[in-house]
Nanobody
Framework: QLQASGGGLVQAGGSLRLSCAAS????????VAWFRQGPGKEREFAAV????????GYADSVRGRFSISRDHAKSTVYLQMNSLKSEDTAVYYC?????????????????WGQGTLVTVSS
């Protein structure tokens, strides 16, 4: 089970940190990703981290502004979001893929959290 938290209302240019806590074991070859779904839009990939070595990947739209990290001891993944823009407004979901190797595709992810709303005011 995944529990996402940390969303809220922030002004453009501000920062937020999202958390995704897993109640079960995250195996070393798993990847944990953040996806987001803006109003009237499809759910899209934002960032991913491999649990074993911390290797990361980002969507072009967030690279350089967002940073994904993990805490093994807490079985938690974080998404630090800086320089937020109005177009970052979305419900953010964390998800776990049991497949070996990175994936940016929703279909690769089998376990999903409930989502946390981020609203960026301009």
């Amino acid at each position: 089970q995944l529990q996402a938290s940390g969303g809220g209302l922030v002004q453009a240019g501000g920062s937020l940190r999202l958390s995704c806590a897993a109640s079960g074991q995250i195996r070393s070859h798993y990847s944990v990703a953040w996806f987001r779904q803006g109003p009237g839009k499809e759910r899209e990939f934002a960032a991913v981290i491999r649990w074993s070595d911390g290797d990361t990947g980002y969507a072009d739209s967030v690279r350089g502004r967002f940073s994904i990290s993990r805490d093994h001891a807490k079985s938690t993944v974080y998404l630090q979001m800086n320089s937020l823009k109005s177009e970052d407004t979305a419900v953010y979901y964390c998800a776990v893929s049991p497949r070996t190797g990175f994936s940016y595709m929703k279909s690769a992810y089998e376990y999903w959290g409930q989502g946390t709303l981020v609203t960026v005011s301009s």
